[in-house]
Structure formats: structure tokens, C-alpha cells
């Protein structure tokens, strides 16, 4: 019988990773049942909170990781990233701010912090953002989308392509930064080669807001049977 505290987190992280959430959930629970503060059930129950829909929880349990530890950088992270998924975007930037504070070098922060500077519609500081995540890690697929995301809202649309099609380049199979791509080609009237990006990333993940940019495509070539079959 298993009793240590590791080695039931590490069986629980087992059922976490195949994705049998509440067999990890239980044993999550008991642990935290015997040890209310043991940081790495906290942190990982948080998390898990979170993928079943318990945004809530998830917060709860992450803010008690970070009050017991407060320089847990991965949970000042998904702190924010569950702020941004909830919509609580200025509570998102004070976690990631705190983040970077405690490590200024840590690529995936900058990440997170462009986003919510994008949603903010900080251009200017995106920006910034970007190029100092990017002095850490010049490869950076996520950093150099969300530079072209930036030319995209400024509409500087040649310069989106490019930094697309290059964290698409380093990341062949990112739908996201695919769709992005097929995004700036409908902006500059290439419905063609939007269309057969478009068709393309519905065949890698069949996503409804893909089908019904496939749908616009169509309408704007005055094709409205298919543009109809694709918003049904």
C-alpha cells in the first residue's frame, strides 16, 4: 500500500496525464485531506480544477500554492492564464507581473503577459514585451505570433505574414498560428490561398469558428452554396 506523500503524487500525476482527471482528482484530495498544505497537490489539483471547468477552484487552490510559496513561478502563471480564460484581465497582468519579478528570464511569462497586453489593446507595450521575451529565446514560436499579432491589429498586414508563417515554420502543427496565416490572406483579398489554408487546418482540427472563416471565403467569391454548407 502506498502511504508516502510523493509517491501518491506521482501515481495521481500518472491518471493526470492519461487524462483520467478524477482518478487524479481522488487522490489529489487525499492527500490534501492529510496534508492541506503540501504545495504540489495544491498546485496540480489546481490545475485539474481548471481543465474539468472549475475556474473558481482552480483560482482558490492556485492562490494558496502562491501564498505558501511565493515564488512559484508556474502557478503565478496559470493564475494568469485562468484570469485571461475568465475574462479578469487586469487581475491576469498583476500575476504575471509578479511572475516576471521573480524570474525575468522565463519565455513562456512574456508569452502570457503579450496576450493580455493584446487584449488590453497596448499595442505599444506588446510590443515591447515581445522583444524583450525574445532576447531570451529568438526562436520563440508563441513570442514571434504574437509579434505578428500586433502588426495584424495595426494592420500592417505584410509584416503579420512574416512573423506567422515564421512561428508556423518552428511550429508546423499550431492550428492557431495556421488559421493566422489564413487570417492575413482573407485581409489582403487572397481568398484563394485563404481558402486552401482555411480547408487545410479544418482538416488538422475541425474547429466551428474555421468553418465559418471558410464560409466568409466563400461568400466573398459569391459562392453562397458552400458558404452556406460550411455555416450549417
Known amino acids: 500500500m502506498i502511504t508516502d506523500m510523493d509517491d501518491l503524487l506521482e ?53 494558496k500554492v502562491v501564498k505558501l510559496n511565493p515564488k512559484h513561478v508556474l502557478a503565478l502563471n496559470n493564475l494568469s492564464l485562468i484570469c485571461i480564460h ?22 513562456d511569462s512574456y508569452v502570457i503577459y503579450s496576450d493580455i497586453l493584446l487584449k488590453m489593446g497596448d499595442l505599444q507595450r506588446a510590443s515591447e514585451i515581445c522583444n524583450i521575451g525574445l532576447r531570451y529565446h529568438a526562436q520563440h514560436p508563441g513570442l514571434i505570433n504574437n509579434y505578428g499579432n500586433v502588426f495584424f491589429k495595426q494592420r500592417k498586414y505584410e509584416k503579420a505574414l512574416n512573423f506567422y508563417q515564421r512561428a508556423f515554420s518552428l511550429s508546423p502543427n499550431n492550428i492557431v498560428f495556421l488559421i493566422n496565416i489564413a487570417n492575413v490572406m482573407l485581409e489582403i483579398n487572397d481568398t484563394d490561398s485563404a481558402k486552401i489554408i482555411y480547408e487545410k487546418a479544418l482538416m488538422l482540427d475541425p474547429k466551428p469558428e474555421t468553418y465559418c472563416n471558410l464560409a466568409y471565403v466563400y461568400e466573398k467569391q459569391d459562392n453562397d452554396e458552400m458558404a452556406l454548407r460550411h455555416y450549417n
Open 11 to 63: 501515481q495521481a500525476l500518472v491518471y493526470h496525464k492519461k487524462n483520467s482527471l478524477d482518478k487524479a482528482a481522488t487522490i489529489y484530495q487525499h492527500i490534501l485531506e492529510g496534508s492541506p498544505k503540501h504545495v504540489g497537490a495544491l498546485f496540480l489539483m489546481g490545475n485539474l480544477n481548471h481543465q474539468m471547468g472549475n475556474s473558481d477552484k482552480a483560482i482558490k487552490q492556485l492562490k
Open 86 to 107: 475568465c475574462q479578469h484581465i487586469s487581475e491576469a497582468e498583476i500575476y504575471i507581473r509578479k511572475s516576471l519579478k521573480i524570474a525575468s528570464d522565463n519565455v
